[in-house]
């Protein structure tokens, strides 16, 4: 058995569900001591049942399209454990998917802040920790989205994403501080415990999403979805050692579709 990440201490965020808890359950398994951080309580649950495995887990509510939750998980994080290895940024994905024209200002904001200024906020807030050890590992969760239909402001957030990964990877190196991204395509995952949007979908919106799911697919050569152990396992590779002279660097992991 792997045993990748004894006694490092990691952040995984977005973990109560999805790539987010598969990535949970693969580092615990791994000897990982976790840091798991949702905006649902259903962390909670995530957590108590990796406990029962054996696994060092603690959750921690937090809404981290602010500074304050984003600066208060990663005290949290210090205080608890004494350091941070590791920060999985997983928080994010589309609202909505409708052309650019029908949406909304207030959904281009919350599309951003959801998507890009979760990252950044966590990315800001870890940085202290790691320059403070002189070493650490960021993983953040992208998406081939930046190229595609139906969702522009959210694949405008996810280019943002990809743009501080490799501004970052430059600036941290010389503290031996590692950044990398993902970037997924489509994933079959269990239906979601708190949906992103809760409002019913109109005939013209389920086309409209429909559209985006069939583009997805197409633009795979391997014309599918992924699994939740195909977008978990390259996280965990780059944020092990394996990956040691890997910064900077933008994964595509969409069975082909380069984004």
């Given amino acids: 058995m792997k045993a990748r990440f004894t006694q490092k201490v990691m952040v995984i965020t977005g973990a ?33 049942q990796l406990r029962e495995q054996g696994a060092d887990a603690v959750a921690v509510e937090a809404n981290l399209e602010t500074w ?10 210090h205080k608890h454990f004494g350091r941070i290895d590791i920060l999985i940024n997983n928080v994010g994905g589309t609202i909505w998917a409708q052309p650019f024209d029908q949406y909304t200002p207030e959904q281009i904001e919350k599309e951003i802040q959801r998507s890009l200024f979760t ?7 870890v940085l202290p920790h790691m320059l403070e050890q002189e070493g650490g590992v960021i993983v953040n969760v992208s998406s081939v989205a930046t190229r595609g239909l139906m969702r522009v402001p959210y694949g405008a957030a996810k280019g943002g994403v990809n743009a501080m990964t490799v501004n970052m990877a430059y600036e941290y190196a010389p503290h031996n501080i590692r950044v990398n991204a993902t970037a997924p395509g489509g994933t079959e995952a269990p239906p979601r415990l708190t949906p992103r949007n809760t409002q019913a979908q109109s005939e013209q919106e389920k086309g409209w999403y429909q559209q985006l799911i069939d583009q997805t697919k197409d633009s795979s050569l391997m014309h599918r979805y992924g699994t939740l152990d195909e977008q978990a396992e390259p996280i965990l590779f780059l944020a092990s050692d394996a990956a040691s002279f890997i910064t900077g660097t933008i994964m595509p992991v969409a069975g082909g579709d380069l984004g």
């Fill in 68 to 77: 304050d939750g984003a600066q208060a998980i990663m005290a949290e994080a």
């Fill in 16 to 48: 109560a569900q999805g790539i987010g808890k598969r990535v949970a359950e693969l580092a615990a398994a791994e000897g990982a001591r976790l840091l798991l951080v949702d905006i649902a309580d259903h962390i909670q649950s995530v957590a108590a």
């Fill in 119 to 125: 990252t950044l906020w966590c990315c800001r807030a």
